[in-house]
């Protein structure tokens, strides 16, 4: 079993298991391997520290500040996600449109969410709209079952 350090297009980090290196690769070329935070597909390998099977060593001092599991991070994540997409309304391709007319009051204020180009969120920070892009994983934007 190959256990690799992976991290997506987005910047998150996680651990793929493969059979091997070669299948790690034929996976990924066929489109099968995925972040499992935001679902991107452009996946690459990390470095990672070997292995060394040294026999018994010394303890490793107890850390004065307790690193949060990644698992309940990820779990707050995925909270944080859902409680945006639940406040907010999801306007797709007219994202750009809608954010002007709440920024210059054309429309009433409210939480919106959507797509945008590159070129539109510049265009929206140049005047002065504040937008951020966040990666919602497709399985959130679905009906929990």
């Known amino acids: 079993m190959k256990v690799l350090n992976l991290q997506c297009s987005h910047g998150h980090g996680f651990e793929g298991w493969f059979a091997s290196n070669d299948e790690f690769e034929t996976q990924l070329a066929g489109g099968l391997v995925e972040c499992p935070l935001c679902g991107a597909k452009e996946i690459t390998k990390m470095l990672a520290a070997p292995r060394l099977n040294l026999g018994a060593g010394k303890e490793a001092p107890a850390s004065q500040s307790q690193p949060q599991d990644a698992g309940q991070q990820h779990g707050r994540w995925l909270r944080a996600v859902r409680e945006l997409i639940a406040s ?3 306007v797709g391709e ?22 945008a180009t590159r070129e539109e969120s510049e265009a929206l920070a140049e005047e002065g709209i504040a937008v951020m892009q966040i990666a919602v994983p497709a399985s959130l934007k679905e009906p929990l079952q």
Do not use: N, S
Request: charge should be positive; hydrophobic fraction near 25%.
């Open 94 to 115: 007219r994202f750009a449109d809608e954010a002007r007319k709440i920024h210059y009051g054309e429309v009433k204020e409210r939480g919106i969410r959507g797509k």
């Open 88 to 90: 907010t309304e999801d």
